[in-house]
């Protein structure tokens, strides 16, 4: 692999900044590589190529020298003998503090792996939310690892390319930065699912072939139609990712063959009244998608995304997704908070009153919501969800009584804007009006609703509120008042599995003294290590291990998972309207699965039936809100059970099809149950799968592997 060399990287910095300390990078670069020497990277490759790498991946994106120093320099408290005085010392007190934010906590080897991730993300994000450029050497970082991952051991690259895939990237698009987050995405991709991947890029081969010039063609006469309005435009067309098409094909119920939007295109104009000007010429040529009109630019993203989205419809019925933004914008959509180091004041820097002006709210909020929920969250794991939940969801748009906007992921309910507002708010929360009317409180909410809270008197969170929220910090908040009546569940959770892992190793708790696993691990008693087992802190096998060290690598971990039965309900599923003696039946029109959010129906001599909130059956009972109970799963649904999910799949007529169908459930994880074909035809035929699965999103996973495959048209969850 060519390194960048010293003079390289400078001239790369100087470029866009004349000003920079010429003198302290290639100190840095002489530094780096001696505090390296002779260690090597998985590819044989000197380590100090990476650092090097690095920083030349931050100069696309013209940043600072001391963010170029940090760079060079971010891996050498923690791998070789340097200090952080040594770096304070040696290049300054901001570079030290930098690196310190890149560098990881110290290995907790006995605690499970998610664990010491837990941790080593709590101490980066507080890091990044005192200085959005640590988050900036860690995406490229990141970025150059994934680049090079092939190198590394197969079980170490799919958690590298999970982390990457749920951390990372949400991060990078958190401030804006499309370009890494995207490749990062890919990257991950095709680690993680590699037959997906290849899957749906030979598709995408095979649909660029038969279509030929076709997007080029469209694109140019766009272009064409704008330039006779006098609207002056560059208009790019691309396909989709396979990443992004993946996801679609996780979240619809189609196959590859009738995605609607695969092709995007870009329209770039010169101002912002130019934006509106070819909105108007292009839905007088070509009729547009209903409810697939956003206005990004009068209402920015959080992350200062700002654009006009309108899907149109092609020659054909394609439906083609359509972009519409000036050049700042699309620098901005790129780069993110990166596109805002410039010159001010006759100095090279960050310039956040610019960065503010080009969307009109401060980006780096997402990341100060994050650390609210590292401040108001207790466990690692638990907050770690959060996070990834604040993160992931799409945005909706609305407003307090005082017209005060509140920006909330897609699906938000009541409870999410009232914590979003403030704690107390929420935690006194006993009912809401949406737009002057009363509505319940797991209403969803949508662009452009005014949301007034409806306050009690006293500070009460019922335990069945998770399932009216999905923000982060909603969650958290309702997490930390039910979390000690969970504690027993966890605490019956993890002694039964550390009896079962024992049990296969021939031994007997009973028989045992734990102290020393207690003092090794830093716990405090017998009670609060079964609980962390039980909420996968502490690996059942490392305990075994410690107790018994010849045992190491030899222990084999209890997690047989229990199939969830009616006549065992209580366990599963807990609420308001689950009194002692009452019957739950689960709904067969839904099928409920472990992850999926749940509402319970009470009918006189039938009990409660359980069903997921977006069942069809539950128009039936909209008028009579005294049925409704809200429901959740329980942790022991959750993290030891598996249940039945039927998929109904139209397969296309050919040989060996079906084979290939119960072959990817396999791959996936899934158990074949049972299987009835229910129509065909002499192209395609209808089949009905009841299939084994963990949880909900298992089951989505399922789908979307089936959805890649050519021959299958499409799959969906039966719904009643």
């Known amino acids: 692999m060519r390194v960048l060399r010293q003079f390289e990287l400078v001239e790369m910095v100087k470029a866009y900044d004349p000003s920079a300390d010429e003198g302290l990078i290639n100190k840095a670069y002489v530094y780096a590589m001696k505090m390296h020497g002779s260690q090597l990277r998985a590819s044989g490759d000197p380590y100090f190529a990476h650092p090097i790498q690095v920083a030349g991946i931050l100069t696309d994106y013209k940043l600072d020298t001391a963010t170029i120093v940090t760079a060079l320099l971010h891996d050498v408290v923690e791998d070789t003998s340097a200090t952080r005085d040594d770096i304070a010392a040696m290049f300054g007190e901001e570079v030290a503090e930098l690196v310190e934010g890149v560098t990881k906590l110290s290995r907790l080897e006995l605690q499970a792996e998610h664990t010491r991730q837990a941790e080593n993300l709590r101490k980066f994000i507080l890091a990044i939310s005192r200085d959005v450029r640590v988050l900036l050497v860690k995406l490229a970082d990141r970025l150059h690892n994934m680049r090079t991952l092939h190198y590394v051991k197969p079980e170490k690259r799919e958690r590298i390319s999970r982390e990457t895939l749920e951390v990372y990237a949400p991060l990078g698009r958190s401030i804006g930065i499309h370009s890494i987050a995207l490749e990062l995405e890919e990257l991950a991709f095709e680690h993680l699912n590699p037959i997906a991947h290849t899957a749906i890029k030979r598709r995408l081969e095979a649909l660029k072939q038969e279509q030929g010039t076709a997007l080029e063609d469209v694109a140019q006469e766009v272009q064409d139609l704008l330039g006779a309005r006098g609207v002056e435009a560059e208009v790019i067309g691309r396909q989709k990712t396979p990443y992004s098409i993946w996801r679609k094909l996780q979240r619809k119920s189609v196959g590859f063959s009738t995605l609607s939007d695969i092709y995007a295109f870009r329209v770039i104009v010169d101002s912002e009244d130019d934006c509106y000007r070819a909105l108007g010429v292009i839905h007088r040529a070509w009729p547009m998608v209903p409810d697939r009109f956003k206005d990004f630019i009068s209402t920015p993203k959080s992350n200062n995304y700002r654009s006009l989205h309108t899907t149109l419809v092609g020659r054909g019925g394609v439906r083609i997704e359509t972009q519409i933004r000036t050049r700042e914008m699309d620098r901005i959509a790129e780069d993110g908070v990166a596109a805002h180091w410039r010159y001010k004041n006759k100095s090279y820097g960050f310039d956040r009153e610019a960065m503010e002006r080009s969307g009109g709210r401060d980006p780096l909020e997402n990341l100060r919501r994050l650390v609210q929920i590292i401040e108001t969250g207790e466990g690692g794991d638990d ?254 649904a959750e993290m030891n059970a598996t249940a039945a999910s039927r998929l109904k799949a139209t397969i296309r007529n050919a040989p060996g099809v079906l084979g290939q169908v119960a072959t990817q459930i ?23 799968i009841d299939v084994e699965v963990r949880d909900a999103r298992h089951a989505t996973t399922l789908m979307a592997a089936l959805r890649a495959n050519a021959f299958v048209d499409s799959v969906e969850r039966v719904r009643g």
């Open 383 to 636: 907050w770690v969800e959060h996070a990834k939940l604040e993160m992931f969801l799409d945005q909706v748009f609305v407003f307090t009584p005082k017209g005060q906007l509140i920006t909330l992921p897609r699906g938000a309910m009541p409870l999410d804007f009232a914590f979003a507002v403030h704690t107390e708010v929420g935690e006194t929360a006993v009912g809401v009006k949406i737009n002057g009317e009363l509505k319940p409180m797991r209403t969803q909410l949508t662009n452009g609703d005014v949301v007034e809270i409806i306050r009690g008197s006293k500070r009460e969170v019922p335990v069945d509120w998770r399932s009216l929220t999905v923000t982060g910090r909603a969650r958290s908040s309702i997490r930390r008042t039910i979390r000690s009546s969970e504690r027993e569940e966890f605490y019956k959770l993890g002694r039964t599995t550390l009896e079962q892992t024992l049990s296969r190793a021939g031994k007997r708790l009973s028989d045992l003294a734990l102290a020393p696993v207690l003092e090794t691990l830093s716990i405090e008693t017998e009670d609060a290590l079964f609980e962390a087992i039980g909420r996968g802190q502490v690996q059942a096998t490392k305990v075994v291990e410690m107790l018994f060290p010849a045992l190491k690598g030899q222990v084999k971990v209890a997690h047989d998972r229990r199939r969830i039965e009616e006549s065992e309900a209580q366990l599963y599923v807990r609420g308001s309207g689950l009194t002692p003696g009452i019957s739950i039946h689960f709904g067969h029109c839904c099928s409920p699965l472990p992850g999926d959010r749940i509402v319970g129906i009470l009918e006189p001599e039938k009990g409660l039936t359980v069903h997921t909130i977006d069942c069809g059956r539950l128009v039936e009972f909209s008028d009579d809100d005294s049925l409704w109970q809200d429901l959740q799963w329980t942790p022991r």
């Open 666 to 688: 396999g791959e996936a994880g899934g158990n074949i149950l049972n299987l009835v074909m229910t129509h065909r035809q002499q192209d395609f035929f209808d089949v009905e």
